[in-house]
């Protein structure tokens, strides 16, 4: 079981920045994938940014040019927000896929962190 913490969500006001962090308890093998999603109380858990293993990155319309995505060597995530506006609030989850080694993959999520962009 691989424990994910997260930290750095708060309360922003409209066209500031917060910097998410996820870290990876203990050690882990043969990444996927690993990103960020978030949820709204009422709606599905959305994608908002994701890097493959192979370095290719994957994110949401509605965060492109204001978020970025990126990880580390020790595998902690980042999610650098800016402009950040009134309809990012959320609750944001990081996520983790692991490969198999018969085939398919495991899911872990962090225990989410909310953000808040208000006046």
């Known amino acids: 079981q691989v424990q994910l913490v997260e930290s750095g969500g708060g309360l922003v006001q409209p066209g500031g920045s917060l910097r998410l962090s996820c870290a990876p308890g203990?050690?882990?093998?043969?990444?996927?994938?690993m990103g960020w999603y978030r949820q709204v109380p009422g709606k599905e858990r959305e994608l908002v940014a994701e890097i493959a293993s192979g370095g290719i990155t994957n994110i949401a319309d509605s965060v492109r040019g204001r978020f970025t995505a990126s990880r580390d060597t020790k595998n902690t995530m980042f999610l650098q927000m800016n402009s950040l506006k009134v309809e990012d609030t959320a609750v944001y989850y990081c996520n983790l896929k692991l490969n198999r080694v018969m085939g398919g993959y495991d899911t872990y999520w962090g225990q989410g962190t909310q953000v808040t962009v208000s006046s």
């Open positions: 203990g050690g882990v093998f043969s990444i996927k994938a």
